[in-house]
Every structure is written in structure tokens, then in C-alpha cells.
């Protein structure tokens, strides 16, 4: 099989739909009676992550087994979104997915063919590679340290109630993301916020307009900043600034917020990788 996704066939008919649920229920069916076949399997099991978005809330379920192949429901607010099923390779160091069906409800967003079995601890992870950097950023900032919620990546079943430490097993290329200690900086220069032409945004029931704001930051390649790293402000962890680029002794980060009235970024303002460590330091430390 070829590295890229390959879809053999995509049903939208509701002719079809009787022969979708067969063949989807009779393969699922297999990969669970797999799935407990294999109780020590590095990567074989039901995952899940929850989310939310500008739509609403969205719950995403994926059984895998090596021979069985996967089956994934993509559900949101509204109801079922997305539904497919086939079949898996092992390479090298990442599962390939290989679409057999495919049901969208209306088009959504792509589904990922590559996914890579992450460990941490006693937890396993799926994750693609469109989102390691930012689940590097999460452990990095102790977000994805909780016990006992659901995660926004694909963590097996039951793995949430697991405590880790240390920091998670992910492939060489993203090792430098990872930060067992924060880099903390200080918003030394900030341009001008610029409205973005893209459209607008419904939350709630309101209409949004993003802006964008650039901000030149006091630390740089020196202290181990990498482009894609996220830093948040000190005062509230809403606010996030991407790095977008890196230099010696500085940076640029980019934030982006919903509309005009969000505060613009401050100089002065006080950022961290980690900020719920920087303000209990902060907190802890002796008045000078």
C-alpha cells in the first residue's frame, strides 16, 4: 500500500445506507473482538478526545486493531458529522489509515491518515503530525497532565484517569518541544492589531472578528524558543501567543483574538510556556 490516503469508495446516497451500517457494525464488531485479544498491544484499543470550536462542542471516537482495521465517528453538536471505517499499516514509527467507507453529513474538516502511538507513562496517545506541536506545547504548559478528563487528542479509553510523569515518548523531530522546564519572557515591543478580512466568526450567538497582533518578545533561539513553541500571558492563559519567528536574544509571537475588544498585548506584559509554574513561583517568592 501506498503512503498517501486512499479512498476506495465514498457512499452519500441513502440507497447505500443500509450496506454502510452493515459493513461498519460487522467491522467493528472484529476490532473489538481483537482489541481484547490483545490486552498488551502497544497501540490497539478504543480512543477518544472531546473538543470545542467556533460550532460547538465536538466528540471524536476511534476503535483500531492491527488486522481489523479502525472504525471513527466524528460527532458534533448538531449530530453525526462523520463516519468511516478500513483498514491499517504499521510504518516505521506511525499508523497509515486507509479509508474503505466515508460518510459526511456536509463537508468538514480533513481526517488524518498518519497518526503516531504516543506513551506517556502509562498512557497512550494517537496523535498526527499536524497536531504534535501543539500537544508538546500542552504537556510543556502542564495542561495535558490532567487526571481524570478527557483530553482534545486521541487518548485510549480509561487512560485519563492515569497519572503520568516525566515527559511523554514522541519522535526525535518534536523532542525539542518538549520543556521540562518553562522559558518565561517579557512583551518588549507590540504592533498595531490588524483586523482580519477572512469573514466573520458566530460564538454564542454573536458575531466575532478576529484580529491579529504581533509582539516582539526579550528571549530567542538562546533560551531554546523554536518557531510553532506557545507562550501565554502570566495574568490569564487565554491569552496565547505563537512563535513565529526566533532569533538570537528575541523573538516575534502572534496572537489572535476574537475582536476588538479583547485588550491589546502590553509591553511589559509577562509570558511563559508554563504559566500556572511562573505564577506560583512568582507567588512563592519573597518580596525583594
Known amino acids: 500500500m501506498k503512503k498517501y490516503l486512499h479512498i476506495l469508495l465514498v457512499f452519500f446516497l441513502a440507497g447505500c445506507s443500509s450496506t454502510?451500517?452493515?459493513?461498519?457494525?460487522?467491522?467493528?464488531?472484529?476490532i473489538t473482538e481483537e482489541i481484547q485479544s490483545l490486552p498488551n498491544h502497544p497501540w490497539a484499543g478504543e480512543y477518544y478526545k472531546d473538543s470545542t470550536s467556533d460550532i460547538g462542542f465536538r466528540h471524536v471516537c476511534l476503535n483500531i486493531a492491527p488486522q481489523s482495521g479502525y472504525t471513527l465517528t466524528w460527532r458534533e453538536h448538531s449530530g453525526l458529522r462523520v463516519s468511516s471505517c478500513g483498514k491499517v499499516q504499521w510504518e516505521n514509527d506511525h499508523i497509515e489509515l486507509f479509508i474503505i467507507f466515508l460518510i459526511q453529513e456536509k463537508p468538514s474538516q480533513e481526517?488524518?491518515?498518519?497518526?503516531?502511538?504516543?506513551?506517556?507513562?502509562?498512557?497512550?496517545?494517537?496523535?498526527?503530525?499536524?497536531?504534535?506541536?501543539?500537544?508538546?506545547?500542552?504537556?510543556?504548559?502542564?495542561r495535558e497532565r490532567h487526571y481524570g478528563f478527557s483530553s482534545t487528542y486521541l487518548l485510549k479509553c480509561g487512560d485519563e484517569k492515569k497519572q503520568v510523569s516525566g515527559l511523554p515518548d514522541v519522535p526525535e523531530q518534536f523532542r525539542s518541544y518538549l520543556l521540562s522546564t518553562p522559558i518565561n519572557a517579557t512583551i518588549t515591543a507590540v504592533e498595531p492589531p490588524a483586523l482580519l478580512p477572512s469573514g466573520s466568526t458566530y460564538l454564542n450567538g454573536a458575531e466575532h472578528n478576529f484580529k491579529r497582533t504581533v509582539v516582539t518578545l526579550d528571549v530567542g533561539s538562546d533560551q531554546r524558543l523554536l518557531v510553532g513553541m506557545e507562550l501565554r500571558a502570566i495574568m490569564s492563559d487565554l491569552c496565547v501567543f505563537k512563535i513565529s519567528k526566533v532569533e538570537t536574544g528575541k523573538a516575534e509571537a502572534v496572537i489572535f483574538q476574537l475582536d476588538e475588544k479583547d485588550p491589546d498585548p502590553q509591553i511589559g506584559?509577562?509570558?511563559?510556556?508554563?504559566?500556572?509554574?511562573?505564577?506560583?513561583?512568582?507567588?512563592?517568592?519573597?518580596?525583594?
Open 20 to 30: 454502510i451500517e452493515t459493513s461498519f457494525e460487522t467491522r467493528s464488531k472484529a
Open 111 to 142: 481526517l488524518d491518515s498518519k497518526l503516531y502511538p504516543i506513551q506517556w507513562g502509562e498512557r497512550h496517545y494517537l496523535i498526527p503530525p499536524s497536531q504534535m506541536v501543539d500537544f508538546c506545547n500542552d504537556v510543556s504548559a502542564g
Open 269 to 288: 506584559w509577562k509570558l511563559s510556556t508554563n504559566p500556572y509554574y511562573a505564577q506560583a513561583t512568582s507567588e512563592d517568592s519573597p518580596e525583594k
